[in-house]
């Protein structure tokens, strides 16, 4: 994982139904929950996915943007988003540089590993957690330590 205090590394990625997202220009001052996860229609992924889902709602109250990035391809990104009703943005790292970017690859698999970074407005690193066997701790992870350091409040007056 990368240490705290890191500046996130930038990508330009494409993302659902066509569309661009690069970190630093289109999220500018913007916080983000950025997860990697191994593989879209697998169940501890979908998961995973389904439960930032459910946390979406709070995360956009407090100004977060989210994203989720995998290896999968747009077209199934898509199907896998609309299956599920997604409402943010996954990303395709086709090739891999990302994820590496991000110390988040499995070296000899190649899949990205199952981790997720918060990110401040700066985008630097705030908090960080891996585990490939836990939906939970990732989704419940982030949500308790933005509201143990009071961003939760920080952020949605930021915003408002």
Known sequence: M?????LAPDFDLPGLCGRRLRLHQDLAGKPVVLFFYP???????????????????????????????????????????????????LLTDKSGQVCKA????????????????????????????????????HTEGVLGYIQRQGLDKAWAAAKA
């Open 2 to 6: 990368l240490p705290l205090g890191t």
């Open 39 to 89: 593989k879209d229609f697998t169940r501890t992924c979908t998961a995973e996915v389904c439960g930032f889902r459910d946390l979406y709602p709070t995360l956009e109250a407090m100004g977060i943007a989210l994203l989720g990035i995998s290896r999968d391809d747009e077209a199934t990104h898509d199907r896998f988003a609309a299956r599920h009703n997604v409402p943010f943005e």
């Open 102 to 137: 991000y110390d988040a690859r499995v070296p000899i698999l190649g899949l990205p590993k199952r981790v997720t970074y918060l990110l401040g407005p700066d985008h630097k690193v705030l908090w960080a957690v891996q585990d490939f066997t836990s939906a939970d701790a």
